[in-house]
């Protein structure tokens, strides 16, 4: 069924379609919020208020045909609004915020005496970035949204969006050659994606 | 495309055309990529390094605490039932939860009080396996700090259990009988098995019969002595008549294991006798291979650590190591 008409049975009142949106879509949910707040429990009270709101007002909802990034900007949007009160943060301060994202290595391609030293690598790496770039990142290569979706949750337009992660991915280049130069000597890897340049 | 003779390597990397091409995500951008490389060859170190740079962008993945998606879709639906009466202020599912904990230490049950009447649950605690019988005379035995539910009056229409941590099924021949977990589920018609559900780790061992396992629309099906593991969503493949991959045996008083790390032995321990080990952290990811009877925990430990040249000590409940 596609998110459309997943949204129109909600709309309609079967809860059986926010059972199916909740089991499609928690784990991104969580993971995503996870790098936001690092605190547990303001996470899965944040989901659970989440999904009784969709319910409760789901009659005034709007109609959309890609819920994913409506359930991630709604939980950033949650998140944002429970550590300002914990914080007593204003807005401006707030979009200076924490996101939590580790670069993790493909074990099968690093040998285990490399692993320690491309782990400290990565760490290098991403500390170089600011939150926001890391959580394009997250969004862009990890969670498979398109720039649309991005421009959404994050509230960018799409120049800023695109800079963002262009500035992210270059400063990353500069710390991970090492890490490229390995990859790139991966034979299966190469055989892979290379066997149409024969 | 004119402006691609002019990207460079991180042009491309975050081109979203290009990425749904190395991604795979989209089918109608691998015709175009394929033919722009073939005819643009001198771009291919350029093509190389961008694509390494897509590919290399991994993000270490949460783990959830097991029961999490459960507990929170519960105390979701709680609310919606209440409100769809009444109006009354609504509890959040970290007091409900904070509740049930302090209720389960008294030895009830209210934190699970809201199971409709024909729902049985069972649950153990640490050094404790319990073994019970079904409606259809399948039986479960329920390994240590593991909880089991279902519904006896819907039993003769649906055979489906819920598992949190692990058990080892007999199931008698009939219907579909279905074994859910957090992270996948597991069907069988007639047939042993067990399955482990922990830490988001799932891993299923057939015993006899046949058994299909389904996790995120993929399928694996297993013959006896096979088994899969799902380990922080990653998939591994089914070892074949490998003896040390029957996770089953621990209900013969046998655990046994094949290159698993040492943190999730001393697990399998501190659940099985109730103990508390102290496991240096430089240590935790050392792979165990062998296995140790579960009659005796001296004898346990010793086989555990002599691998690793270990030395430990028990005092009550406490277990120390050292190096």
């Known amino acids: 069924m596609s998110d459309k008409e997943l949204w129109k049975q909600l709309k309609a009142g079967d809860r059986g379609a926010l059972e199916k949106i909740y089991s499609t879509h928690f784990t991104t949910l969580y993971n995503y919020g996870k790098k936001l707040t690092s605190d547990q429990g303001t996470l899965e009270d944040s989901i659970q208020e989440l999904f009784i709101e969709i319910w409760r007002n789901r009659e005034n909802l709007s109609d959309t045909d890609a819920i994913k990034p409506y359930l991630l900007l709604s939980i950033r949007r949650k998140l944002f609004r429970s550590i300002k009160k914990v914080r007593s943060l204003t807005d401006k301060e707030i979009t200076v915020h924490h996101f939590d994202a580790e670069l993790a290595i493909d074990e099968k391609i690093i040998d285990n005496e490399n692993t320690a030293a491309t782990k400290k690598q990565l760490q290098k790496a991403m500390e170089q970035l600011s939150p926001r770039q890391k959580e394009i990142l997250y969004l862009k290569y990890y969670s498979n949204m398109d720039y649309e979706s991005i421009m959404e949750v994050m509230g960018l337009n799409y120049q800023s969006a695109r800079n963002l992660v262009t500035r992210a991915i270059q400063s990353l280049s500069k710390y991970i050659q090492v890490f490229l130069i390995i990859f790139l000597a991966f034979d299966e890897y190469k055989s892979m994606r290379y066997a149409f340049y024969q | 495309m004119e402006k691609y003779l002019q990207y460079t390597a991180e042009e491309f990397a975050t081109d979203e055309s290009f990425i749904n091409w190395v991604k795979k995500l989209d089918k109608n951008h691998s015709v175009f990529w394929d033919n722009w490389l073939r005819e643009n060859p001198n771009k291919k170190p350029l093509i190389d390094k961008a694509i390494a740079i897509v590919q290399n962008l991994r993000f270490r993945s949460e783990t959830i605490p097991t029961g999490t998606q459960k507990n929170i879709w519960q105390a979701i639906e709680k609310e919606l039932d209440q409100t769809e009466v009444t109006n009354k202020a609504r509890p959040l599912f970290r007091r409900s939860f904070a509740l049930g904990f302090a209720a389960s230490l008294l030895g009830a049950f209210i934190y699970f009080g809201f199971f409709g009447k024909g729902m049985i649950e069972v649950q153990t605690s640490y050094a404790d396996l319990q073994s019970i019988s ?97 380990v922080n969503g990653r998939k591994q493949d089914a070892n074949e008549d490998n003896n040390l991959v029957d996770r089953g045996s621990w209900r013969k008083g046998l655990y046994k294991y094949d290159n698993v790390s040492l943190s999730d032995v001393i697990r399998d321990v501190e659940r099985h006798w109730g103990v508390q080990v102290e496991l240096p952290a430089n240590i935790a990811d050392e792979k165990f291979k062998g296995s140790y009877k579960s009659e005796n925990l001296e004898k346990a430990l010793a086989e555990i650590f002599w691998p690793f040249g270990l030395k430990y000590s028990i005092q009550d409940k406490n277990i120390t190591i050292t190096q």
């Open chain 2, 134 to 230: 079904l409606p259809d005379n399948s039986s479960i035995e329920i390994n240590a700090d593991s909880r089991i539910s279902y519904d006896k009056k819907e039993w003769k229409n649906n055979r489906e259990v819920h598992l949190e941590g692990e058990g080892f099924f007999e199931v008698e021949k009939g219907s579909s009988f279905v074994v859910k977990t957090d992270l996948g589920q597991v069907e069988v018609l007639g047939t042993s098995f067990n399955v482990m559900s922990r830490n988001n780790q799932l891993t299923v061992h057939c015993e006899t019969g046949r058994v299909l396992v389904k996790y995120q629309g993929q399928e694996t099906i297993l013959n006896p002595n096979q088994n899969v593991s799902i």
